[in-house]
């Protein structure tokens, strides 16, 4: 089955610094999400991405949808302690599929 | 607006016995979603609802089933439980089957 490679597993930044997370497949995504998910809670959608080569915002989160559409990368820049969580790459391979398919995390840990 | 809501917040069984377990969508989204997060495992999908009809099933064994009611809320109902069934279960729901939103999840335990 597909499969999405997420990397890395964990980082222990120091507050301030900017961080850099990403995604590949060997399989072509339509769509590709970020979700946020904190100790005991669902994830939460960060930005979502429809179209290859697409850079996207969302407050100090940018992520890009990759040009062969098999990759995706998020950063995050001027980190804080509250960015600390579980950060997923998901993608969709198309509409009538339905399902996400996610990639095994990056742990988030923030030293203020 | 109300976000996904799931219920019960925590289900505990025991082995060869039945789990149901609900979910409520954001209102005016017809879609939902079931996916397994075991630990060491992520997210799994297990089932896809739209407007009432199954559309999509991940690769778990038919005692995994659910339904979803006219009002777009859904069940998952996990027969004859297995140890390995323990996890958080999660329900998204989706107006355009692709942003996905997501509850809080039941976390269910089989002894």
């Known amino acids: ?112 | 607006e109300a976000g996904v809501t799931q219920s019960p917040t925590h289900l505990i069984k025991t082995r060869g016995q039945q789990a149901t377990l609900r979910c409520s969508p954001i209102s005016g989204h017809t879609s939902v979603y079931w996916y397994q997060q075991a630990l060491g495992l992520g997210l799994q999908f297990l089932l896809w609802y739209d407007e009432g009809e199954e559309r999509n099933r991940g690769n778990f064994p038919p005692r995994f089933s659910g339904r979803q009611f006219p009002n777009y809320s859904s069940e998952l109902n996990v027969n004859a439980l297995e140890l390995e069934d323990s996890a958080l279960y999660l329900c998204a729901s989706s107006l355009n089957r692709y942003e996905q939103y997501f509850g809080p999840g039941t976390r269910l335990t089989v002894t």
């Open chain 1, 1 to 112: 089955g597909q499969q999405l490679n997420q990397s890395p597993q964990s980082m222990f930044i120091q507050e301030g610094e900017d961080v850099s997370m990403n995604c590949t497949s060997s399989s072509i995504f339509n769509t590709w999400l970020w979700y946020k998910q904190e100790p005991g809670e669902g994830p939460v959608l960060l930005i979502a991405l429809y179209k290859a080569g697409e850079l996207t915002s969302n407050g100090r989160l940018t992520a890009q949808f990759g040009i062969t559409r098999k990759d995706s990368f998020l950063n995050i820049s001027a980190s804080i302690p509250s960015d600390v969580g579980i950060y997923f790459c998901a993608g969709q391979l198309g509409g009538s599929q339905g399902n996400l398919i996610f990639g095994k995390g990056t742990k988030l840990s923030v030293k203020p």
